[in-house]
């Protein structure tokens, strides 16, 4: 075992982050198992292009080669990772005469054959993409990023990525919630609806009353109505599938109450990239708001967060912005550099300035 990775996985070591040169494999059997609680990486995608130092990662004659070699880096991975650890993968696709090859979701396949859960595929919309000269496609606007996990349990903390609820306010001294319903147009559904029967509406106005009176008294942060014949349960009409649809059948409607701390954020994230590195880089660098939500949800404060395809150690900057500690493996000095100079600015900017100490003192 590496002395200075153990040393730094050790529960009395105090520094923030460690950054190892050379191959990821190679560092990965140096750890102790079960030591880090996420991993955030981007690796090299299939031939794109030729990274410096040894690695010919990305550079394998097949897609199905490449697939092979990318997924056996994550079995030590695996064997790092916490048991309630999670993996976040972010990998672009690549085409080969004409033909998108379907890369990440090939790896994706790869890795759920060698155990892994896949929880989440969520699609990284760069908003602004590259431009794309042939035409006889569209632009390319997105990547992946899939959550991966060892078991069906594991260390998730929804409501620390929550969007806070907004403020319900009054309009015309009615109460409207923060996303705009104020009940005028479910009562009026309701009145007019053909599908329920008298009893019915009456339940369903009383309910739609007791549920806006929620909103006021700040029990209920936002709500939206089903109504017979007017909205459909969202996955399905059928009550042997969807509770909604039987409690529709049952009573005419349903009410959906917005959770109280918020809502959870989806699985489209519009985040445009990183180009201020690439100037001095020149790849793919990602950007760090794309380390948030895993890095919120899957380590915790205090946590080890691991990157070991780190390039200019965008995650380990992310990890230590959010009082989490950060491990980075590149095979490329020159990338290692770059990234102990960016933690460096990063550590002495007046408003990122982190006390030592004070990742462990929560
Ligand atoms: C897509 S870049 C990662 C960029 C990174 N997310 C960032 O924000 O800068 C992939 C990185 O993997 C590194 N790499 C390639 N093969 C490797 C290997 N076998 N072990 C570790 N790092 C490797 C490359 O040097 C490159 O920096």
New binding site residues.
Partial sequence: MNPQIAEFLSLENQSDYLLCCG??AEFLQEFPSQSVHCCIT???YWNQRQ?S?S?K?GNERSVEEYVEHLSAYFQPVKSVLKDDGSLWLNLGDTYKKKNLMGVPWRVALALQADGWILRNAIVWHKVKGNPCNANDKLRNGYEYLFHLVKQERYYYDVNAIRHPPGKPYYKNGQIVTPTGVSGTKYRQQICQSQALNEAEKQNALAALDETLAKVARGELPDFRMIIRGNQRSTHSDSPAYSGRAEELKKRGFCILPYHKNGTKPDDVWQIIPEDQWRKDAH????PKEICEIPIKATCPVGGVVLD????????IIAALELKRRGIG????QE?QMIAEKRIAEFLQSPENKIDQLSLFEE
């Fill in positions: 191959d990821a981007s690796p090299p990274y130092g690695s990662l790849f793919a660098v990602f070991p395809f780190m390039g200019t150690g965008t995650a493996i590149d095979t490329s990338y």
